[in-house]
């Protein structure tokens, strides 16, 4: 019987984009709820196995379109997962659905969003490409705020294996791909791309963990190495004084990445400083808390990752290679960068390396990009330009 009632058809509004649907049925038919990956994660343990939370999902309920963005996406259920499955994915996709949905972002993403659109706007971005250069150096955005000495003779040491090298300054925009804005992502990412490639650009070296990924995943034509790799093949080595025990942080966005996990070790030791492994750590690495965009809608989240993180430093000084982490973790436990270790160990493991904070940050970025513009006077210099989506 008809009941005379009118609107839209509620089957059509359960439809979910095919990439989507694909990952829920592969979840709910591939998850034996065996809960290996719910010991690991907080937001597991507050929503469910990932087999329930899929087959649970309904895109016209509002807790369902929004709980996945208190996921950071760190992979560690998939590191965790005996059936070999991604939940990351899964939840990337309900992401996605969000967005696809209602392309307006969360108010609470704002600041994140206005982090990224700096780093692509015409004033802090910029792209100095020697006459024949093949492989620059991809700075990222928090590694030249927090540390632009430390970001600039990490420059200069790789230039000197690579005397061609170029500067990229600009945002990888992994902030919009995580918030699930995948056509905006994809728009400008794949204009950085195609300029790059266009100006005969073959290789990237990135300073971040998150520009890596996506350069890892949607660089099409362009290959990929953590500047860690490189530096570890170049960096010299000195011994130092007393018994120097630390701990490595592996950021998640290389979890899967052993070369540079194994780079980063022999810069450390070559230094002369031991390594005490954190329980969490290479593929099976913790969340700093940063991930996702968590922190901006569940605060409680986020915080648990770094407190685990604090409880298995055991007050040991942790190095890690994400200027993110670094700065997440070091309002927690102890924690540096690896360039600050590899410039001047002794004032790093002191606790005193020099390390700025936001409003100075943006001045460090136009300084140092001032900087790059003039070592480079005699070359071929140019800003891309902005993107509007
Ligand atoms: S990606 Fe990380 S935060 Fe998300 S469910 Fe997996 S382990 Fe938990
Ligand atoms: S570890 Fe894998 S199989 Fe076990 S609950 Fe998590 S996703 Fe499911």
Not at 54 to 81: K, N, Q
Not at 95 to 110: A, K, T, Y
Not at 294 to 317: D, F, N, Q, T, Y
């Amino acid at each position: 019987m008809n009941s005379g009632k009118t609107g839209a058809d509620p089957f059509a509004a359960r439809e979910v984009g095919a990439a989507l649907s694909e990952k829920i049925r592969e979840i709910s038919e591939g998850c034996a709820r065996c809960g290996a990956c719910r010991k690991e994660c907080a937001f597991l343990r507050k929503y469910g196995t990932p087999g329930e939370i899929a087959d649970a999902y309904d895109p016209v309920d509002d807790l369902s379109l929004s709980m996945v963005f208190e996921c950071s996406l760190c992979r560690l259920c998939a590191a965790v997962c005996p059936a070999k499955l991604n939940p990351a994915e899964m939840f990337l996709e309900m992401r996605r659905e969000r967005m696809r949905r209602d392309p307006r972002p969360f108010p609470e993403h704002r600041g994140l969003l206005a982090y990224e659109k700096t780093g692509n706007s015409k004033l802090f971005a910029c792209y100095a490409l020697p006459t024949g250069c093949d492989t620059v150096f991809f700075t990222g955005c928090a590694l030249p705020g927090t540390r632009p000495e430390q970001t600039f003779q990490l420059y200069r040491k790789m230039q000197r294996a690579i005397p061609g090298l170029g500067v990229v300054m600009e945002c990888c925009n992994k902030i919009s791909h995580d918030l699930g804005r995948q056509v905006h992502f994809q728009a400008v990412f794949e204009k950085m791309r195609t300029c790059l490639v266009s100006r005969g650009v073959k290789k990237i070296i990135a300073a971040c963990p998150n520009c890596y990924r996506m350069f890892d995943e949607y660089g099409r034509g362009l290959s990929v190495i953590t500047a860690y790799e490189v530096l570890a093949e170049h960096a010299g080595s000195e011994t130092l004084p007393g018994n120097q025990i630390i701990a490595v942080h592996d950021p998640c966005g290389l979890r899967f990445k052993e070369q540079a996990q194994a780079a980063v070790r022999r810069l450390v030791t070559r230094q002369g400083a031991q390594i005490e492994e954190l329980r969490h750590s290479g593929r099976r690495t913790s969340c700093c808390g940063e991930g996702g965009g968590v922190r901006c809608l569940s605060p409680e989240l986020a915080g648990h990752w770094g407190k685990e993180i604090r409880e298995e430093a055991k007050g040991r000084r942790i190095l890690t290679y994400c200027a993110g982490c670094a700065n997440s973790l070091n309002g927690l436990t102890p924690t540096s960068h690896i360039v600050d270790f590899v410039c001047d160990p002794e004032a790093t493991l002191a606790g005193r390396a020099k390390v700025s904070k936001p409003p100075v940050t943006y001045l460090n970025r136009l300084i140092l990009k001032w900087r790059f513009r003039k070592a480079m006077d005699a070359h071929v210099i140019r800003n891309r330009g902005r993107v509007t989506v």
